[in-house]
């Protein structure tokens, strides 16, 4: 089914007036929809690593940590002390210094030297980290090997003014970014040359998709023997004439085209009223009756005056108009679908909104008749 198609489908009826949106994922049934293997999977060893650190912002304009953060203070005074300057925790007042864990992504490969983005957070109550500059922080990780350096001003893309009687706050001024402000100083030691067998792990494991990823990269590479280990997992072997050189195969097939596969899945979330039909979605034949109730409740008052000098009183009295509308929707018959079009145009010809939809949906499924997996987040 083309896009066309489906747009075409989803204008149909009152849907377009709705508030909520209707997604809809595209099939994958023909090769022009066939998707990179580099987008559905990743290849062992390839991944990237977290590593995470603790460190001082300074320079703030008074809107670092209180004094009651003792950790802050401690930390600043260790710090002063390695540069031969001995202050105690107790008398040093730290409103322009704020204590904060910085934290970054290792990818793959990375070389010594290489820069890369650090995120950091406040640890205590630091109202804002607007206007600092993170200090010497080493980044560790699991292995408590130290990988990486972070030093540089913050972007924090946000502000909070304090009054004494009102705040106002843009986005979140506690934590910020510094791009390029981490330095690699380690390298993930990866065994990557010389690999006589290289694993295929699916980002969404499915047994099918599983099997068409096997099929194609045996097309590509025909001495691998791909093999589909388990939903999630291909293995394969790597041939002789790639196994000093894996790079060259893995850029191969990272360019394999595969047709994923997946269950038929709607997707409801109740907060934005918004619902994601998968293309593998069908109906068996059902009957639906919705009708809306709409009550609307209007309050007002009526004062009555006494006439001048009748010596009477002004009297208020509420008044209260409540009008009750109820849809008269006859009951409808969805036949039978097999494709998103058909689904689409059947719930369309009920005339319900989308988050209407959210409560028919459910009512489908508990009837037997939806043939899908119904998730709501």
Same mark, same amino acid.
């Given at each position: ?44 060893g ?34 002063l ?17 704020? =204590? &904060? @864990? *910085? ?6 490969? +990375?070389? #010594?030297?290489?820069?890369?983005? !650090? ?48 705040t106002?706050q ?27 067998t ?14 068409r ?33 894996l =790079? &060259? @195969? *893995? ?6 085209? +595969?047709? #994923?596969?997946?269950?038929?899945? !709607? ?16 109906l ?5 009756a919705?009708g ?19 010596q ?11 009008n ?54």
């Amino acid at each position: 089914m083309g896009f066309k198609r489906i747009i075409n489908a989803l204008t149909y009826g009152p849907f377009v007036a709705a508030a909520a949106v209707w997604l809809l994922t595209m099939g994958v049934t023909d090769p022009a929809s066939a998707i990179r293997l580099k987008e559905l999977a990743t290849f062992e060893g390839v991944r990237v690593n977290q590593i995470t650190g603790y460190g001082l912002v300074v320079g703030l304009n008074g809107t670092g940590d209180k004094d009651q953060t003792g950790f802050t203070r401690q930390s600043l005074s260790n710090m002063l002390k390695r540069m031969d300057v001995t202050v105690a925790p107790t008398a040093l007042k730290v409103k322009n210094v704020a =204590a &904060v @864990m *910085v934290t970054a992504d290792l990818p793959a490969f +990375v070389k #010594p030297g290489t820069r890369i983005d !650090v995120l950091v957070s406040s640890l205590g109550d630091a109202t804002s980290l607007q206007g600092g500059t993170l200090l010497l922080t080493s980044l560790r990780g699991l292995d408590d090997q130290i990988y990486s350096i972070a030093q540089g001003p913050l972007s924090v893309g946000g502000f909070a003014i304090t009054g004494q009687a009102a705040t106002v706050q843009r986005n979140h001024p506690t934590v910020g970014r510094i791009v390029q402000g981490g330095t690699v100083e380690r390298e993930v030691p990866i065994r990557w040359q010389g690999k006589e067998t290289m694993t295929v792990k699916l980002n969404q494991p499915d047994f099918t998709t599983a099997s068409r990823v096997a099929e194609s990269i045996n097309e590509v590479l025909p001495g691998a023997g791909a093999r589909p280990m388990d939903a999630a997992t291909v293995e394969l072997s790597v041939p002789m004439n790639y196994r000093e050189n894996l =790079a &060259v @195969m *893995v850029a191969e097939l990272e360019n394999v085209a +595969v047709e #994923p596969d997946s269950i038929g899945k !709607v997707i409801i979330n109740e907060r934005t009223g918004s619902v994601v039909v998968g293309e593998n979605v069908k109906l068996s034949t059902v009957a639906v009756a919705h009708g809306n109730l709409s009550i609307q409740i209007r309050e007002g008052q009526n004062v009555s005056q006494p006439d001048p000098f009748s010596q009477g009183e002004t009297v208020v009295t509420p008044e209260t108009d409540v009008n009750v509308e109820e849809g008269a929707d006859n009951l409808l018959l969805i036949e039978r679908s097999t494709n998103i079009n058909d689904v689409v145009k059947a719930l369309n010809a009920i005339g319900v909104t989308p988050r209407d939809l959210i409560t028919i949906f459910q009512l489908i499924q508990a009837a037997g008749a939806l043939h899908g997996e119904l998730e709501i987040i």
